[in-house]
């Protein structure tokens, strides 16, 4: 047929995926690759890798619908950062990945930045900036700091120092005055910082070079990104305030769309932008790696059959796999309670899977009392959400109703954004 189809690439943690959709969501054609091993000397070639899984994803796609693509959007992980000439390109540095932590930085960052702020954490893009800054600026080249989404993009569509405020909220971007704020506008390494736009904003055209090679239409645009976890949680396309997106995986996180920001960092709960509303997040250390811990994937389907899911089980624990909490309950000594344990395994998981659908209620119950939208719908992702009796437990103690979503893939995610800049 002659109806546009909208490209989305996820760079993740472990590997990356495409997801091409039509206007009405169907997908029409989607793909996955690992990141190949290439070493630069001692360390790990990120650049090498992540260009060659891009343009190992483009070749993926059938030939046929390449010719169909209005628009391409990319997200990656979140804080991964690039430090690259804003001349030619070429990176200065090797890649920060998302889990790096510039602990040198970091009372560098506190001293300039507000109290608890996103940035002041060892890990945040901005005290990789001031790390790089510290040890390899030279005053001869100008640079340019971008996210491991917006250097794939600028690879697609060549425009130097272009990002979207998901990304660069941990630089410090300001998403709600959209501008960087004036205790970062007055350092020496602000020159550095990326060109900010809405995620699903277009860019520009796709480069002749990479349109010919694949068969792209002329007019295909590129468009800006956001962050992994994001762009799942727009996978589920809970859209309105009040919706919301539990992630059951090794962890138990919330996302809940918001008419207000809400900020907590003694519970670790922040606000990023979409648009004109709020996606207030919390993440709790309970959820399946406990599970896992204690019985299999098939025994957890077995006894899960034998639950009675109307039935509110008494036993009250905190499944925990270490030691610690932040989120709804802020207490770093806080133990993992798992007994006593009832001699009936049915009773038990019953127990623990009602025990971690009373935290992920608590968690609504805090954004609420924070002053976020009450979450009226709950959408569901990850490995627990396909645990229907489960489905049924939560549906009970957070007294609303409980859905698992249809899509889950953050590539799904980027898609859209993608569709949502071809149609501005
Ligand atoms: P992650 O990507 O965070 O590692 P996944 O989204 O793949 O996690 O989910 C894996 C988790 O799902 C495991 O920790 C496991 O305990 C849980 N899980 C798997 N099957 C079930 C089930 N039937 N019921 C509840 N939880 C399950």
């Known amino acids: 047929g002659g109806d546009k ?6 760079f993740g943690t472990s590997g990356a995926r495409y997801a091409m959709i039509d ?12 990141y190949p091993l290439y070493m630069n000397e001692e360390t790990v070639d990120w650049i090498k890798s992540w260009r060659t899984t891009l343009f190992g994803l483009l070749e993926d796609i059938p030939v046929s619908l390449c010719p169909a693509v209005a628009s391409v959007s990319i997200d990656g992980t979140s804080a991964t950062t690039i430090i690259v000439d804003s001349k030619t390109g070429e990176h200065l540095c090797e890649p920060f990945l998302y889990n790096q932590s510039c602990p040198e930085a970091l009372p560098i960052v506190k001293a300039i930045a507000p109290p608890n702020h996103t940035v002041c954490s060892g890990s945040s893009t901005l005290c990789k900036l001031v790390s790089w800054w510290s040890s390899s600026y030279t005053p001869n080249v100008s640079a ?16 130097l120092g272009v ?54 239409p002329k007019d295909c645009v590129i468009c800006t990104g956001t962050t992994d976890s994001i762009a799942a949680f727009l996978a589920a396309r809970a859209n309105q305030p009040g919706k919301a997106v539990t992630s059951l995986g090794s962890t138990l996180a919330i996302k809940l769309l918001s008419t207000k920001r809400v900020e907590d960092a003694r519970f670790g709960v922040y606000s990023h932008r979409l648009d004109d509303k709020w996606l207030v997040g919390g993440a709790s250390n309970t959820g399946g790696a406990v599970l896992r811990q204690i019985f299999t994937d098939d025994e957890l389907v077995k006894l899960s059959e034998q639950i009675n899911p109307e039935e509110a089980s ?9 030691i610690g909490e932040r989120f709804p309950v802020a207490d770093p000594k806080m133990e993992p309670r798992l007994h006593p344990r009832p001699e009936s395994d049915v009773e038990y998981l019953h127990g623990i899977l009602e025990s971690i659908a009373r935290i992920e209620a608590k968690g609504y119950n805090l954004l609420k009392e924070l002053g976020a939208t009450p979450v009226d719908e709950v959408f569901t992702a990850g490995g627990g959400s396909k645990n229907e009796k489960w489905i049924k437990i939560r549906e009970r103690v957070l007294g609303r109703p409980v859905r698992k979503a249809l899509q ?17």
């Not at 340019?144 to 425009?159: C, E, F, I, R, S």
């Open 163 to 216: 990002s979207d405020y998901n990304n660069a909220l941990k630089v410090g971007y300001d998403p709600e005055c959209e501008s960087y704020p004036p205790w970062l506008i007055s350092q020496p390494y602000s020159s550095v910082l990326p060109v900010v736009q809405a995620p699903g904003t277009a860019i520009g055209s796709m480069t002749e070079n990479i349109r010919t090679r694949f068969g792209f």
């Open 144 to 159: 340019v700091l971008l996210h491991q989404a917006d250097w794939l993009l600028w690879l697609l569509h060549g425009k």
């Open 314 to 322: 008494p036993l009250d624990y905190y499944p925990l796999q270490d």
């Open 408 to 424: 889950t893939e953050a590539a799904y995610g980027a898609a859209l954004l993608a569709m949502k800049g071809a149609s501005l």
């Open 5 to 10: 189809l909208y490209l989305g690439m996820d």
């Open 23 to 34: 206007k009405e969501g169907k997908i029409r054609a989607e793909g996955k690759r690992e």
